[in-house]
Protein backbone atom coordinates (compact mmCIF):
# COMPACT_ATOMS: atom_id res chain seq x y z
CA UNK A 1 0.00 0.00 0.00
CA UNK A 2 1.56 3.81 -1.31
CA UNK A 3 1.45 5.91 1.74
CA UNK A 4 1.36 8.73 -0.60
CA UNK A 5 -2.62 8.63 -0.92
CA UNK A 6 -3.67 8.07 3.23
CA UNK A 7 -7.17 8.25 2.21
CA UNK A 8 -6.76 4.94 0.28
CA UNK A 9 -5.06 3.17 3.07
CA UNK A 10 -7.81 4.16 5.38
CA UNK A 11 -10.41 2.82 3.06
CA UNK A 12 -8.80 -0.44 2.97
CA UNK A 13 -8.39 -0.79 6.80
CA UNK A 14 -11.87 0.37 7.16
CA UNK A 15 -13.04 -1.86 4.40
CA UNK A 16 -10.81 -4.91 6.65
CA UNK A 17 -12.89 -4.33 9.69
CA UNK A 18 -16.26 -4.14 8.31
CA UNK A 19 -15.41 -7.40 6.56
CA UNK A 20 -14.01 -8.78 9.56
CA UNK A 21 -17.13 -7.71 11.76
CA UNK A 22 -19.19 -9.33 9.63
CA UNK A 23 -17.59 -12.79 9.57
CA UNK A 24 -18.83 -13.25 13.24
CA UNK A 25 -21.91 -13.97 11.90
CA UNK A 26 -20.45 -16.05 9.02
CA UNK A 27 -22.44 -19.57 8.40
CA UNK A 28 -19.12 -21.59 8.76
CA UNK A 29 -17.82 -19.59 11.69
CA UNK A 30 -15.33 -17.33 12.18
CA UNK A 31 -12.20 -19.40 12.73
CA UNK A 32 -13.09 -20.65 9.31
CA UNK A 33 -13.40 -16.72 7.99
CA UNK A 34 -10.95 -14.70 9.55
CA UNK A 35 -7.69 -16.49 7.77
CA UNK A 36 -9.52 -16.51 4.40
CA UNK A 37 -10.11 -12.91 4.94
CA UNK A 38 -6.56 -11.77 5.91
CA UNK A 39 -5.20 -14.23 3.11
CA UNK A 40 -7.10 -12.08 0.75
CA UNK A 41 -6.01 -9.32 1.95
CA UNK A 42 -2.62 -10.40 2.15
CA UNK A 43 -2.38 -11.39 -1.40
CA UNK A 44 -3.21 -7.49 -2.81
CA UNK A 45 -0.53 -6.28 0.14
CA UNK A 46 1.75 -5.82 -3.22
CA UNK A 47 -0.45 -3.49 -4.79
CA UNK A 48 0.74 0.50 -5.46
CA UNK A 49 -0.52 1.57 -8.42
CA UNK A 50 -3.90 3.93 -6.87
CA UNK A 51 -6.50 2.52 -10.03
CA UNK A 52 -5.31 -1.36 -8.76
CA UNK A 53 -5.92 -0.09 -5.02
CA UNK A 54 -9.72 1.43 -5.88
CA UNK A 55 -10.24 -1.90 -8.02
CA UNK A 56 -9.68 -4.07 -5.36
CA UNK A 57 -11.54 -1.68 -2.52
CA UNK A 58 -14.72 -2.63 -4.86
CA UNK A 59 -13.81 -6.23 -4.99
CA UNK A 60 -13.71 -6.45 -1.44
CA UNK A 61 -17.02 -4.04 -1.50
CA UNK A 62 -19.05 -6.87 -3.32
CA UNK A 63 -17.69 -9.09 -1.26
CA UNK A 64 -18.94 -7.50 1.89
CA UNK A 65 -22.58 -7.25 0.31
CA UNK A 66 -22.78 -10.63 -0.68
CA UNK A 67 -22.02 -11.80 2.91
CA UNK A 68 -24.81 -9.54 3.73
CA UNK A 69 -26.53 -11.25 2.02
CA UNK A 70 -25.76 -14.79 4.00
Excluded at 24 to 44: C, E, I, T, V, W
Amino acid sequence: MSTSNPELRRQVIAIYKELLNLGKDYPQGFSYFRPRLHKAFMANAHLRDEDAIRNAIARADYVKKEIEAL
